[in-house]
């Protein structure tokens, strides 16, 4: 079956940079969109970033300039470089597999805590 591991996430003080790394396995990787999602205590899951198979990117608008989501189909691994971490951007990050026509696939997440 389908498994999304996330690793990477921890603790880092403001202005600090963490690097998220989603395996996948089970699935044909390079026909999926890949996205990050993120979930703060008593907020709702939303999206950080996603990559088209096409390579295409978009971004949240409060972490543009900051997060580059990058993918290897070669390592079946998807990124997510954040730079100039905020503790606005404490959440736990999870990683989101889709194609048409198919229910999406979650990892179990990551937590990433920016604090000093």
């Known amino acids: 079956q389908v498994q999304l591991v996330e690793s990477g996430g921890g603790l880092v003080q403001p202005g600090g940079s963490l690097r998220l790394s989603c395996a996948a396995s089970g699935m044909i990787f390079n026909i999926h969109t890949m996205g990050w999602y993120r979930q703060a205590p008593g907020e709702q899951r939303e999206l950080v970033a996603g990559?088209?198979?096409?390579?295409?990117?978009n971004y949240a608008n409060s972490v543009k300039g900051r997060f580059t989501i990058s993918r290897d189909n070669d390592k079946n691994t998807v990124y997510l470089q954040m730079n100039s971490l905020k503790p606005g951007d404490t959440a736990v990050y999870y990683c989101?597999?889709?194609?048409?026509?198919?229910?999406?696939?979650w990892g179990q997440g990551t937590q990433v805590t920016v604090s000093s």
């Open positions: 990559i088209t198979t096409d390579g295409n990117t």
């Open positions: 989101n597999a889709r194609r048409p026509k198919y229910s999406p696939n």
